[in-house]
């Protein structure tokens, strides 16, 4: 039996978290899987606070650069950050 809650199954759900690809994250959260992906890739990393407008900051990773809200991070600004940043879902 498939319970449905929001209008898809519960075991799709957990399916999409089990592969590696977020529905969505918490904007503490992103700066920490950012710090650890540059760590394992050699890549440098940076968060600047006072680069960002109220609860926003600008977080580095190598050369490229992207802005972080401090609140709940949906899938598609989730994956418009990691492409500014240039890394794979995968990876993330």
Same mark, same amino acid.
């Given at each position: @039996?498939?319970? !449905?809650?929001?209008?898809? %199954? $519960? *075991?799709? $759900?957990? *399916?999409?978290?089990? &592969?590696?690809? %977020? &529905?969505g994250i918490n904007g503490r959260e992103f700066p920490w899987r950012?710090? +650890? !992906?540059?760590? *394992?890739? =050699? /890549?440098?990393?940076?968060? #600047? +606070?006072?680069? =960002?407008? #109220?609860?926003?900051?600008? /977080? !580095?990773?190598?050369?490229?650069?992207?802005?972080v809200k401090r609140a709940e991070i949906s899938r598609s600004l989730?994956?418009? @950050? /990691?492409?500014? /940043? +240039? &890394?794979?879902?995968?990876?993330?």
């Amino acid at each position: @039996m498939v319970r !449905y809650i929001f209008k898809f %199954p $519960l *075991n799709r $759900l957990a *399916n999409v978290r089990h &592969i590696g690809y %977020p &529905i969505g994250i918490n904007g503490r959260e992103f700066p920490w899987r950012a710090k +650890r !992906y540059a760590k *394992n890739a =050699g /890549l440098e990393f940076r968060f #600047d +606070r006072s680069e =960002g407008k #109220d609860s926003h900051g600008r /977080l !580095y990773v190598g050369g490229r650069c992207t802005t972080v809200k401090r609140a709940e991070i949906s899938r598609s600004l989730l994956h418009a @950050m /990691l492409k500014e /940043l +240039r &890394i794979e879902k995968g990876e993330f």
